[in-house]
Structure formats: structure tokens, C-alpha cells
């Protein structure tokens, strides 16, 4: 399990950050560590130490900032994530709101920014669908929304595998974003019932066969994600 040393002001970091593909933080014994979110074969793949490091150069970009900027960025935590994507009271944190959001903007190609944002964040998918006819490494979606305008917004998508048997449902700690740590996993925000393409996507979905789709709105100026839109899905090649 990797160490990550915080130095003075950050005493610490704890919890998920609401990306599977990433690792949690966890306190033991005085010091913190990053764990991966899920159970996997091979804790050193690419995709793992892409993200190990984005989480890496988040938190080292927090110590940098000043007193004023830390502060932004805890009152936006303490006014926009009370709550978790359940709905659940959590404690808000301005350390986890800035990791989070610089760790998207890495994914996205796009360097870490200091200041906290001034917008509310983006609003969710009122729902995403499967469009057909797609090959088994071809994912496709048509999206829902009442979003206005689309400019600065993305969807960042995540799947999961193909489940066991079609009696079991996608499981949250199973999805991974779709075409890999990188922007090719996320599309312009289009027009609400416009379809979204990606292939090839890292896990084939053969004919029949039952899978999730997790979409996020994400604002490229300061990498702030909406709620997800979540699909559980039957392939239909």
C-alpha cells in the first residue's frame, strides 16, 4: 500500500473520491496512505499509477496554495457536498473537493488550477439510455438533459465489466472510465438526445449480456462533477 506524505497545513486525507478507477485515503497509525477502491489482480497498471499519480500532483498543489484559497475551496465543499451521490450526510472537505476535481482535470488532459470555482456544480442527466446495434466493443449512449448552454461541459463515462449472469446488477466499485485514464473517456456535452460514441471501450459487452454506464457532467474550467447518471444495461449488438 502506497504512502503519501503530507506535510504542514494538510494533516491528513480519508474516503473515496467517487472514482473506482482511483484509491481512497485511509489514516493508520498517524499516517496516510492510498489504497486502491477496488479488489485487482495487478495494483501497478497503467491506468492505477496514471491516477495514483493525478492524485499525487493534486495533493502537492494543495500545499501550495495560500490560506485564502484553501478556505474558497472548504466553504465550496461545506455549500455543495454535504452529501454524497446517495444522498448521505458526509462531512464536506475543501482537500478531497480539490483533489477530486484537479485529479478529473488530469484525466481530461488539462493541468491542475489553484482557485476554487464560483459556480454551483453542473447539473446531472436527467437519464442516459443505450442506443443498439453497437459492436461489443462500441459504447453508446443517448443523453437526457436540460442543460443551457453546453459550452466548458463534458461527460466523462464509466462502465463495468459484463456481470457474471444476467441476475446479478453492475456493482459501483466495478466501474472503470470507459475507454481508459485518459480524455478519450469523456465527449462535449451535446444537445439533450443526441447520442454519444466511444470505442473501442476497455471491456467488450457481448449480445445479451447485462453491464452498468455511469455519465458525469464535468466543467472543464475547474474539473466540478455533477451527480451521476447511472444505466444498467443489456447489450443488443
Avoid at 160 to 171: D, F, K, V, Y
Wanted: aromatic share 8%; hydrophobic share 40%; proline share 7%.
Amino acid at each position: 500500500m502506497p504512502k503519501v506524505l503530507l506535510s504542514s497545513p494538510v494533516r491528513g486525507l480519508q474516503g473515496k473520491f467517487g472514482l473506482s478507477d482511483v484509491c481512497y485515503f485511509m489514516g493508520k497509525n498517524g499516517k496516510t496512505y492510498a489504497r486502491s477502491a477496488g479488489a485487482v489482480a495487478n495494483p501497478r497498471t497503467a491506468p492505477q499509477q496514471s491516477v495514483r499519480a493525478y492524485f499525487t500532483a493534486a495533493s502537492k498543489a494543495w500545499q501550495t496554495l495560500t490560506p485564502a484559497q484553501r478556505a474558497a475551496w472548504e466553504d465550496f465543499a461545506r455549500m455543495y457536498f454535504a452529501t454524497n451521490d446517495a444522498g448521505e450526510s458526509v462531512k464536506p472537505s475543501g482537500i478531497n473537493t480539490f483533489v477530486k476535481a484537479n485529479s478529473i482535470r488530469q484525466v481530461l488532459g488539462l493541468t491542475v488550477v489553484a482557485d476554487a470555482p464560483t459556480m454551483a456544480p453542473p447539473a446531472p442527466l436527467s437519464e442516459i439510455e443505450q442506443v443498439d446495434a453497437m459492436n461489443p466493443d462500441t459504447l453508446g449512449i443517448t443523453v437526457t438533459h436540460s442543460i443551457t448552454p453546453l459550452t466548458g461541459l463534458q461527460v466523462i463515462v464509466r462502465m463495468t465489466r459484463a456481470t457474471l449472469t444476467g441476475a446479478r446488477a453492475p456493482r459501483l466499485t466495478d466501474f472503470r472510465f470507459c475507454r481508459g485514464v485518459s480524455p478519450d473517456s469523456a465527449a462535449p456535452l451535446v444537445a439533450s438526445g443526441s447520442d454519444l460514441t466511444f470505442t473501442p471501450t476497455i471491456f467488450e459487452i457481448g449480445d445479451g449480456l447485462r453491464y452498468g454506464v455511469e455519465a458525469r457532467v464535468v466543467r472543464t474550467a475547474d474539473g466540478i462533477m455533477s451527480r451521476p447518471a447511472l444505466g444498467d444495461f443489456v447489450k443488443a449488438v
